[in-house]
């Protein structure tokens, strides 16, 4: 089992970036592919990116795709990070992080076993 905790979130003007990570406990972070997950008010949770077990494998969503970037550090940190680059007011939501502890799609929210609380991105214009 692994614990995640969310942070990094917060307010920012559109055009602007923030970093998010995601802080696993345990031992077993390194052998979890992880995804990023975001919910608007009002609105589904949908998929953001996932990264392999390696960090050689990445998938983004299209509506952040060249925007944000996916990384892991499962050597010192046990952290997952999402930097978030030309922010815009549709990016604002709660950002989950999330780990998949079974094979199935990376992009269903279903398919993923352990979940952060969640972390607030709000972009002003």
């Known amino acids: 089992q692994v614990q995640l905790v969310e942070s990094g979130g917060g307010l920012v003007q559109a055009g602007g970036s923030l970093r998010l990570s995601c802080a696993a406990s345990?031992?077993?972070?390194?052998?979890?592919?992880m995804g990023w997950f975001r919910q608007a008010p009002g609105k589904e949770r949908t998929f953001v990116g996932y990264i392999s077990v390696s960090g050689a494998i990445t998938y983004y969503a299209d509506s952040v795709r060249g925007r944000f970037t996916i990384s892991r550090d499962n050597d010192v940190k046990n952290t997952m990070y999402l930097q978030m680059n030309s922010l815009k007011p549709e990016d604002t939501a709660v950002y989950y992080c999330?780990?998949?502890?079974?094979?199935?799609?990376?992009?269903?929210?279903?398919?993923?076993?352990?979940w952060g609380q969640g972390t607030q991105v709000t972009v002003s214009l």
């Open positions: 999330a780990a998949q502890a079974r094979v199935g799609s990376y992009f269903e929210g279903g398919s993923y076993d352990y």
């Open positions: 345990g031992r077993t972070f390194s052998s979890y592919p």
